[in-house]
Structure formats: C-alpha cells, structure tokens
C-alpha cells in the first residue's frame, strides 16, 4: 500500500486523527541509510520491467542505497546490465532518485536555517 493510498481523500470522522496524521507526515528514511532489502523495493517498485532481469545481480553485489546513488553507468555495466536501453532507464531512476534525496537535504538544511534564526531572534528580545 503506498502512502496516497493511505492518505483520505475525504476528512474521516475518527476518535485518534493525530494518530494517522503523524504516521502519514513521517518522512521515510534517507536513501544513504537504505539496506539491500530497501534497494529491492525501489528496484521493484520503479525499474518494474528490469526488476526480474537484473534484482539478483544487486541482491549479490550487496548494493545498498548508499551504493546506489553513487552508481554510473559503468557502475550499472559491471553488475550485467549490458543491454543500453536497460541501462539508460535504470540510470535516468537513479538520477530522479537522487535529484528528490537532494531536495529533501536542501529543505531540511532551510528549516534549521529558518529555525536557528527564529530562535536567536528571539533570545536577542530579552
């Protein structure tokens, strides 16, 4: 089940509506703490067409997602995926993936910004 399906359309009348609100806002965790196990998923998930051609060549090079943002093509060549197309495809997901890691960082990095400053204007009031 992703999280748009989780996600109502409609407000629920429910008893614990923080309960799910919270679970649902909770960001999911960084890509460069992702296991092989993690990686499966993605693999599975947005390279769906490749996924049974080329999920053991991953799943016995370990490759865990800090490996998998780190991957070129040459990268891609040696766990077997020969095929251009294949390739190209597979890496343009792993570029997505690392362009969205890399706007979750830049937001995050705004926030505590935003929040250090937020706070040392409020202790130079006293």
Not at 9 to 30: C, E, I, L, Y
Not at 83 to 89: K, N, S, W
Not at 96 to 122: H, P, T
Request: aromatic share 8%; hydrophobic share 30%; glycine share 4%.
């Amino acid at each position: 089940m992703t999280v748009k399906e989780q996600i109502p359309t409609k407000p629920q009348q429910s008893s614990a509506p923080t309960q799910t609100r919270t679970a649902n806002t909770q960001r999911p965790k960084s890509v460069q703490q992702w296991s092989v196990v993690d990686v499966q998923k993605w693999l599975r998930r947005h390279c769906g067409d490749y996924y049974h051609l080329y999920c053991e060549s991953f799943l016995e090079q370990e490759v865990t997602g800090r490996c998998l943002v780190r991957m070129n093509e040459n990268s891609l060549m040696r766990l077997g995926i020969i095929h251009p197309e294949h390739r190209q495809f597979i890496w343009r997901e792993i570029a997505k993936l690392r362009l969205r890691s890399s706007i979750l960082y830049l937001r995050d990095q705004e926030r505590r910004l935003a929040n250090n400053v937020a706070n040392m204007a409020g202790n130079n009031q006293y």
